[in-house]
């Protein structure tokens, strides 16, 4: 069996292409991926109508390189998936619409996948693919949680963020430190260069005892160096402030992670979203679990962004395991807002 899988929620067109065996893990066929980065940096951030106007330019064009690159032809397709939500509304229209309309025309069934499901099983796409059970950080620019998971579609939420996400707290203090976007990337860059213990940031709930996370507050105090800095701080001081900012998001991280296994007793830790490939929060997971004695797994860092083999996976992993809701009526619905545990 073959699963075709789009994603298009935010500012990334990806298309995969993934086999299903009888038994044993689903293996990836193909892959392609646009990145919408230098169409927003114009403006600070994505613009919802454009990103969903680039989708539509991108996702046949994908879409034929994907089966160019595995040598068969959509005739051959068993199943598409796509990526329901959550999302950008116009965004996820697009992978929705192209989804549905192409089952239609090749009388294939259809399956709706949760994003952050995706996320949550792109590990299983890793040369070292975990086990379950085992808790789950979901860090990205939109959401930081940690999940125990026992299987597939079983997921409990031991903790999440109360406002700001990992992701929005990297790249907002990255954007007051005057780098471009998408800011996350560029102050880890930065953050090389500088001294981490330079600046005393707050590190919010962090010895909360509980493992739900804050980062509003991390930002205020990074803005309010900023100011101290004035209009000409040298680039050694933003170095200093960027590296003191990373310190303080991955150490939270860190701490409620291991508050996290230590509450489970699991002994295998899952780091997905686009802020797990951060070097730093890996280096600082990685020497804490061994410590631990835990196990630690990520996605391959081509697959930490968003993109359509995670979905076309979660799909795999749902069809296996006879948990798909399959649909071959042309309807549809996406869902913007969508709490995983529901999925």
């Known amino acids: 069996m073959k699963v075709l899988g789009f994603e298009s929620s935010c500012d990334e067109t990806g298309v995969a292409l993934v086999e299903v065996p009888a038994t044993g893990t689903p293996r990836l066929l193909a892959q392609a991926l646009h990145s919408q980065i230098a169409m927003h940096q114009a403006y600070g951030g994505v613009v919802p109508e454009l990103a969903s106007r680039d989708h539509i330019r991108r996702v046949l064009p994908l879409t034929r390189e994907v089966m160019a690159q595995a040598g068969t032809g959509l005739k051959d397709v068993d199943v598409i998936a796509y990526t329901q939500g959550p999302g950008l509304a116009g965004a996820l229209l697009v992978s929705a619409g192209v989804a549905v309309s192409l089952a239609a025309a090749l009388g294939k069934p259809t399956l709706g996948i949760h994003h952050l499901e995706g996320h949550l099983l792109s590990p299983f796409l890793s040369a070292d693919p975990p086990e379950f059970p085992f808790v789950a950080l979901l860090v990205s620019g939109g959401h930081t949680q940690l999940m125990r998971v026992d299987e597939v579609g ?133 020497a804490a679990c061994a410590k631990r004695q835990v196990r630690v797994h990520y996605p391959e860092l081509s697959l930490c962004t968003d993109n359509g083999a995670m979905i076309a996976m979660a799909a795999a992993m749902r069809l296996q395991r006879g948990m798909a809701t399959l649909q071959q009526d042309g309807s549809f619905a996406v869902r913007p807002r969508w709490a995983l545990g529901s999925a």
């Open 154 to 286: 079983s997921y409990e939420i031991l903790g999440e963020t109360i406002d700001d996400a990992a992701g929005e707290a990297f790249d907002k203090s990255a954007k007051l430190l005057g780098l471009p976007y998408p800011g996350g990337p560029h102050l880890a860059h930065m953050a090389e260069q500088g001294d981490e213990k330079a600046f005393a940031l707050p590190r919010p709930l962090l010895h909360s005892g509980k493992p739900d996370f804050s980062f509003a507050g991390l930002k205020t105090a990074v803005l309010t160096q900023v100011k101290k800095l004035g209009d000409a701080p040298t680039e050694q001081q933003r170095a200093d402030l960027a590296a003191s900012t990373q310190a303080a998001i991955v150490e939270v991280l860190v701490k409620k992670s291991m508050l996290a296994l230590k509450e489970t007793g699991l002994k295998r830790l899952v780091v997905a979203g686009g802020v797990g490939a951060n070097a730093e929060l890996r280096r600082q997971l990685n």
